[in-house]
Antibody, heavy 125, light 111 residues
Framework: QLQLQESGPGLVKPSETLSLTCTVSGGSIRDKGYYWAWIRQPPGKGLEWIGSIYYKGDSYNGDTYYDPSYRSRVTMSLDTSKNQFSLRLTSVAAADTAVYYC????????????WGQGTLVTVSS | QSALTQPPSASGSPGQSVTISCTGTSSDVGAYNYVSWYQQHPGKAPKLIIYAVNKRPSGVPDRFSGSKSGNAASLTVSGLQAEDEGAYYCSSYAGSSGGVIFGGGTKLTVL
């Protein structure tokens, strides 16, 4: 059974960088049938797509697809040695306070079939 | 990309059926048969209940069904049960940029 687990600081100061890692177990991020995605949910609000990354091979950084709303601030990466993928979001503000989820996205029909439990990140000084 | 449009709330009594709509555009819902639906209970991660418009993952009851017509998709929950109460989100593939777009969510109340 595939499992995903987010980890990272729960509190980030304004203007600093938010960094989260998703550890995948029960499957491999090298599996070319899937993207690996980040989604967030501000308190009391709906889901927001941040982007996804796809493993192309050990000689590549991975193909990334970012929502235009975040494109100037976001970076996603893969660490195949640890079976992890990561999110970096720069210049955060209070509006970036949210529960951040990592998930697996199926290439064929784009559904998000496995999700992590989510981690709350609060942006505050 | 604008969010897909869902009604903020829906309700029904146990045993009844309820349908939740999800309206997009000819660039997302209307262009691809890649509409998914997610169920979310308070404090929990979303759970996939419908993908590719009308397919159910293993373990999802057949009380949940999906459909699409033009730029709009729908989720129908038949035989409502108390545990169906929660938030429901639709999503769609949004084109060659590789993006996914979500609806604003619908809170389903079982009366």
């Amino acid at each position: 059974q595939l499992q995903l687990q987010e980890s990272g600081p729960g509190l980030v100061k304004p203007s600093e960088t938010l960094s989260l890692t998703c550890t995948v177990s029960g499957g491999s991020i090298r599996d070319k049938g899937y993207y690996w995605a980040w989604i967030r949910q501000p308190p009391g609000k709906g889901l927001e797509w941040i982007g996804s990354i796809y493993y192309k091979g050990d000689s590549y950084n991975g193909d990334t697809y970012y929502d235009p709303s975040y494109r100037s601030r976001v970076t996603m990466s893969l660490d195949t040695s640890k079976n992890q993928f990561s999110l970096r979001l720069t210049s955060v503000a209070a509006a970036d306070t949210a529960v951040y989820y990592c998930a697996r996205r199926v290439i064929a029909a784009t559904e998000l079939d496995y999700w992590g439990q989510g981690t709350l990140v609060t942006v505050s000084s | 990309q604008s969010a897909l449009t869902q009604p903020p709330s829906a309700s029904g009594s146990p045993g009844q059926s309820v349908t939740i709509s999800c309206t997009g555009t000819s660039s997302d819902v209307g262009a691809y048969n890649y509409v998914s639906w997610y169920q979310q209970h308070p404090g929990k991660a979303p759970k996939l209940i419908i993908y590719a418009v009308n397919k159910r993952p293993s373990g999802v009851p057949d009380r949940f069904s999906g459909s699409k017509s033009g730029n709009a998709a729908s989720l129908t929950v038949s035989g409502l049960q108390a545990e169906d109460e929660g938030a429901y989100y639709c999503s769609s593939y949004a084109g060659s940029s590789g993006g996914v777009i979500f609806g604003g969510g619908t809170k389903l109340t079982v009366l």
